[in-house]
């Protein structure tokens, strides 16, 4: 084994020993000669607009950087679930550095009806990823939880020190307690080994390679189908639960800045919450009106309020992000939202509509 050696929805389908307990807090800028960053679940939604910023984005600080090479791994590279080819996929690439996005992820009704899946395949995952960045010696590893690991009876707004309060809620408690272990492990390999270990937490994420299945996608995807099918068919735009639940989303590119932002600079081990602020929650209903507005849907449209709405309310605060980057600007949500359905119109031949 050697060395960690530094301070240290994506998509399933495309799904050391020895230092001292402290060490030096090397900032990623200067170790950025021949770096290798693999980012798993690359052809997911969250991979796909990294790839993007990466690409387009101008500045020094999100952009693309002389001496980088970006690896974005999808599901023909190896199934992350084995060992042995997750050991492969380290050996082939041998990555500096890894943005870990890959899980099997699904909506609230998959989410309830395959708990143990979510569990157990998740758990799988995060154990290869991580044990394995420890044997190659990877200097920094980001892996993406989700606010539904903060436990279902909460204060709010749920902050970073809150996530192993007390059980998620009964919904998803598969997938949420999979990803509340990633925090567990980046702690302990921290202690026991110094690897510079870390996670973030980003709020509702959509956007540009999002899922838009119609049976088990999550609820802004779900909806935009639903809408075009609505349209193109001259039929009610139906939409589930009584609308009133509220939800912080997170426009993808904005999500993928803040992802390079977190691998080059952010320090810390315990996670960091990557989300609009407070004042931008907004309701299902708030997120069906814009879709219908970006569509340009104008038929008959109402709520089924038979159907769950899942858990209320999972205002999260962006406090901490704010302190450590008050200059960031994110995309306002009718912006967004209008990129969004447009991405998807143009490419609904194509667009993931299902797994």
Known sequence: MGDCLTSNRSNYHNPITSLPQSFPHHHYEQNMSHSVILVTGGSGLVGKAIEWVIENDPSDRYGKRDGEKWIFLTSKDGDLRDREATKAIFNKYKPTHVIHLAALVGGLFKNMK????????????????????????????????????FPDKTSYPIDETMVHNGPPHE?????????????????AYHEQYGCHFTSVIPTNVFGPYDNYSLEDSHVLPGLTHKCY???????????????????????????????????????????????????????????????????GFTGHYSFDTTRADGQFKKTASNEKLMRLLPDFEFTPFDVAIQESVNWFLENYNTVRKGH
């Open 171 to 187: 919904s998803n408690f598969g997938y949420a307690h999979a990803k509340r272990m990633i925090d567990v492990q980046n702690k």
């Open 229 to 295: 099918l609505a349209k193109k068919n001259s039929t009610p735009f139906v939409v589930s639960g009584t609308g009133k639940p509220l939800r912080q989303f997170i426009y993808s590119r904005d999500l993928a800045k803040l992802f390079i932002w977190t691998l080059r600079e952010y320090q810390e081990i315990d996670p960091i919450i990557l989300s609009v602020g407070e004042k931008d929650e907004v309701s299902i209903k708030d997120v069906a009106d814009a879709i219908v507005k970006a569509v």
């Open 114 to 149: 395959y708990k143990l899946d979510f569990l157990r395949e998740n758990l799988l995952i995060n154990d290869n990823v991580l044990h394995t960045a420890y044997e190659y010696k990877v200097k920094k590893v980001v892996s993406c939880l989700s606010t539904c690991v």
